[in-house]
Every structure is written in C-alpha cells, then in structure tokens.
C-alpha cells in the first residue's frame, strides 16, 4: 500500500534559517504529493503540490520538487520567519484511489526570534 | 476559505455514547472524507464518500459509521463511543477530477472520559 515517511521533529531554527523537512514515499504508478500546514489551533492548508516527475511546487517561498528517482519530495525555504512556526505534513495521493490521501506523521516546526 | 464547516468544534462525551459529527460544505463536491488526528500518527482516513449514499472505509474505520443522503452533508457516528476515540476529526473535501486537492473543515475536538 502507499506510505509516506517524513522528518521526524521536532525542528528549532532561528529566524532566517535555512529550512529542509525530508519527505519520501511508497506508491505505486505516479501519486500526486502535497504539503499542507497547520497551524497551532487550525486545520490544515494547502501549501504546495505536484503532479508528476521533476514538477516543483512552490508557495509563500517554500518549494518542493516531484523526484520519482529517490521517490521523495523534500521541502525547503531560503529563509524561515517566526510566523512559519506550525506542523507541517507530506501526503500522498494514489492514482484511482478516489483521491484518498496518505499522510506523514507530521514535523513540527518553531522558529525562534 | 473552502466552504466547510464542521459541528460541534468541541464535545465532551462518555464513554458508551453514541456521537454524531457533522461535516457540512457548500461547494457542491462529490468526494467527501473523515480523518482522525493524533499525536504520533498523522492524519489517518477514517471513511470517505464518492458521492451521494456512496461511501466506502478508510484505514481506521472500526467503530466508525457515515451517512451521506445529500451532497453538503456528510456524518460520522461513533456508535458507542470510547477513550480511544478521543481526537481531533476533520473532514475534506475535493471536487475530484479536475483536481485532487484536499480542502480542510476546521476540526472538531472530540474527548470521551
């Protein structure tokens, strides 16, 4: 079946940092995969997406790229701010799955001033 | 903002209740989903609809039901609830084949003592 396992926190950086959640996945045929973030008290939100092989997503200075090779879609920002603090999850789509979704367990992030 | 609401955001049970959560959306789309959120494991699906009377489990589905008998409705039902039921539920939504992105509803906060 799918799985997806990410970077396993929690993660403290200083404002400014630079930022990588690893992600990597178990699917088979070509998942779309996602990033969503919660943050402290809120649902989730759609932060980036891709589709197919060698796609980046990219959103609010956070990108991802689609890397079937390694089967893996890590997330990265140039810069992180204190408001970035949240929980971030990598999840999976299956193809012909009616659009279920599989998740990570989570990554929190906290970004100290 | 995707059009979901979800009732009640907070509820307080016993243990051997049943509860009914209701998920409720005003975009119109086919595919509804349950997840549970617990600490240490993500979001996981509970069940899931592809439409109106159509609904099928997910990973966690035991001790769950859902009912679907109109588009913007979509409820779960813990027949006889448990401790190890208390979680945060969210529900999502997705329009499905022009897109396979997930929108989130707020949650609902669920504890049975």
């Known amino acids: 079946g799918n799985s997806v396992t990410q970077m396993e926190g929690p993660v403290t950086l200083s404002e400014e940092a630079f930022l990588t959640i690893n992600c990597t996945y178990t699917?088979?045929?070509?998942?779309?995969l996602f990033w969503y973030v919660q943050y402290p008290g809120e649902g989730l939100q759609l932060l980036l997406k891709?589709?197919?092989?060698?796609d980046k997503g990219s959103n609010k200075g956070f990108e991802a790229t689609y890397r079937k090779e390694t089967t893996s879609f890590h997330l990265e920002k140039g810069s992180v701010q204190v408001s970035d603090s949240a929980v971030y999850f990598c999840?999976?789509?299956?193809?012909?799955?009616?659009?279920?979704?599989?998740f990570g367990k989570g990554t929190l992030l906290t970004v100290n001033p | 903002d995707a059009g979901i609401t979800q009732s009640p955001r907070h509820k307080v049970t016993e243990t051997g209740t049943p509860v009914t959560l209701r998920c409720h959306q005003t975009?119109?789309?086919?595919?509804m989903y349950w997840y549970r959120q617990d600490p240490g494991h993500g979001l996981r699906l509970i069940h899931y609809?592809?439409?109106?009377?159509?609904?099928d489990k997910g990973e966690v589905s035991d001790g769950y039901s859902v009912s679907r008998s109109k588009t913007e409705d979509f409820l779960l039902t813990l027949e006889s609830a448990t401790s190890s039921q208390t979680s945060v539920y969210f529900c999502?939504?997705?329009?499905?084949?022009?897109?396979?992105?997930?929108?989130f509803g707020p949650g609902t906060r669920l504890t049975v003592l």
């Open positions: 999840a999976l789509s299956g193809r012909g799955s009616n659009y279920k979704l599989t």
């Open positions: 699917a088979t045929g070509y998942p779309s």
């Open positions: 891709a589709t197919k092989a060698d």
């Open positions: 975009e119109n789309h086919r595919y």
């Open positions: 609809s592809y439409g109106v009377k159509d609904t």
């Open positions: 999502a939504i997705t329009a499905g084949v022009s897109t396979d992105t997930q929108y």
